[in-house]
């Protein structure tokens, strides 16, 4: 089993920067493919970005790229995702998947992840 903890979201202005952290517990080593999704009430969970166990071929959104960083730290069980220049349209709950798969077609895919954590809120405003 594998427990997921986010943080790091908060209230910023437009332009602004926050870095969001998820926490692995549990079985770390099993971990392959790691996450960012974002959903808004009553919407479906959107893609932001992935990335697999060693770190290649990191995978974003069309919306983020070149804009958001995903990284991760294996020896702490960590996975981050950097986010400057942020703009009102970033603002929704982050959540941070991960699964012991690695499937590279798949890593946009929420149904690929197994394990879930509760989210992180970012409301970029004025």
């Known amino acids: 089993q594998v427990q997921l903890v986010e943080s790091g979201g908060g209230l910023v202005q437009p332009g602004g920067s926050l870095r969001l952290s998820c926490a692995a517990y549990?079985?770390?080593?099993?971990?392959?493919?790691m996450a960012w999704f974002r959903q808004a009430p009553g919407s479906e969970r959107i893609f932001v970005a992935a990335?697999?166990?060693?770190?290649?071929?990191?995978d974003y959104v069309d919306s983020v790229k070149g804009r958001f960083t995903i990284s991760r730290d294996n020896a702490k069980a960590y996975l981050y995702l950097q986010m400057p220049n942020l703009k009102p349209e970033d603002t929704t709950a982050y959540f941070c998947?991960?699964?012991?798969?690695?499937?590279?077609?798949?890593?946009?895919?929420?149904?690929?992840?197994?394990?879930w954590g509760h989210g992180t809120q970012v409301t970029v405003s004025s």
């Open positions: 998947p991960a699964d012991e798969r690695e499937t590279y077609a798949a890593l946009d895919s929420q149904q690929l992840y197994y394990y």
């Open positions: 549990g079985r770390t080593g099993d971990i392959g493919a």
């Open positions: 990335v697999t166990r060693n770190g290649d071929a990191p």
